[in-house]
């Protein structure tokens, strides 16, 4: 059975690590077909804009993208292309797997975490921003609602159990911010009773910070609010090495965007020495949501054997190999 993605190439790095990543996808023999679509930089080039009419409708017929990192341009006038992508196709869930390989600069092993944050609402969203005449009050407002609350924990809960984890701790301040924060709270603990074979636990967002330096084995799944979970997703990309090995996922209701965490790289740009792992992983986790998750284990595990035997491994992960070579010794271990 074939199935067609959308897959934007990106900007910078984005054409180098997509091409090695389509070769290893290739290898798997997944049946995947692709419709290349434009955003970014190389869209305002070519089509003035940087999110083309054409890459949205791509990307709502295949109801799954991968995408390249994306240059914003830096200047008033430019929002975020990856907040425009989440708000037009309502993709309120970003996961963001944190899992230790070897061969990497980590400070921990055995780190396996997955923070699922909320990704449309909250502080993050700086709803309303506000700046009084004469510069001295900013303002903006922090909005949570039931129903997001309620669709990402359960979001949370539901992956739990695909995954078969065992825990979602709900990440809070709501000893603080008694509202926004409460009602969030107070949603996770309500649905988590739908739950009772994963267990479950709260904990507040300073205190979770702390435990994620001292003892992050005690996480299994983190479920927190948008704001939270920007920040500690990177706490948890950096217990495991940093955003070379950070993959994340977009998720709304028919949508779903994989990407790296990491952005456009202009600084090695064209250089053919960007590590392809972060959007690999990403396609790995794109192949679990394509009902295929045999084949996105064999990318995690031919990524794990080329880090452990240092066999042509990019510059980052203190190779001499380039993205090429690095591809290359991925697809010999995906064939084997
Ligand atoms: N998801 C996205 O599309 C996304 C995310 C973050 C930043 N961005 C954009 O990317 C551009 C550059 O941002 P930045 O410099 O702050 O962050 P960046 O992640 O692009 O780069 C930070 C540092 O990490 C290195 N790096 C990143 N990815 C790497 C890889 N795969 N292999 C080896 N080294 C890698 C870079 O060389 C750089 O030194 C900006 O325009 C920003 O808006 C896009």
């Not at 993605?5 to 790095?13: E, M, P, S």
């Not at 930089?41 to 083309?52: F, Q, R």
């Not at 993709?91 to 600069?105: D, E, K, Q």
Request: proline share 4%.
């Amino acid at each position: 059975m074939s199935k067609t993605i959308a897959v934007i190439r990106g900007d910078g790095i984005g054409p180098e690590i997509m091409s090695a990543t389509l070769e290893v996808l290739d290898a798997l023999d997944c049946g995947l077909e692709y419709e290349f679509v434009e955003a970014g930089m190389v869209a305002l080039e070519k089509h003035g804009e940087l999110l083309p009419r054409a890459t949205l409708d791509a990307i709502a017929k295949h109801g799954v993208a991968l995408k390249g990192p994306l240059t914003t341009p830096i200047g008033k006038g430019f929002s975020s292309l990856n907040v425009a992508l989440r708000k037009h196709f309502d993709l309120y869930a970003n996961v963001r797997p944190a899992i230790s390989f070897p061969g990497t600069r980590a400070r921990y092993e055995n780190i396996d975490i997955i923070t699922v944050r909320e990704n449309t609402e909250g502080a993050y969203l700086s709803e309303g921003q506000t700046l009084s005449d004469d510069g001295e009050v900013a303002q903006s407002i922090v909005r949570n609602t039931r129903t997001g609350a309620s669709r990402i924990v359960r979001y949370a809960f539901e992956l739990a159990v695909a995954k078969g984890r065992k825990k979602v701790t709900a990440v809070h301040k709501a000893n603080i911010i008694k509202t926004a924060s409460g009602l969030f709270l107070d949603v996770a603990r309500e649905i988590a009773k739908e739950y009772p074979q994963i267990a479950f636990d709260e904990m507040i967002v300073d205190n979770t910070c702390m435990q994620l330096v001292m003892n992050p084995w005690q996480f299994d799944v983190i479920v927190t609010t948008n704001l939270f979970g920007d920040i500690l997703s990177d706490l948890c990309a950096g217990l495991v090495g940093g955003l070379g090995l950070a993959p994340g996922a977009n998720i709304g209701k028919g949508v779903a965007i994989f990407e790296a965490v990491h952005g456009s790289a202009p600084d090695i740009a064209g250089r053919n020495i960007a590590d392809p792992c972060a959007l690999l992983l990403a396609a790995a986790e794109m192949l679990d949501h394509l009902q295929m998750p045999e084949k996105g284990t064999r990318i995690r595990n031919a990524i794990r054997a080329t880090l452990e035997a240092r066999d042509r491994v990019t510059p980052d992960l203190g190779g001499s190999g380039t993205t090429a070579t690095f591809a290359d010794a991925l697809v010999e271990r995906v064939r084997a």
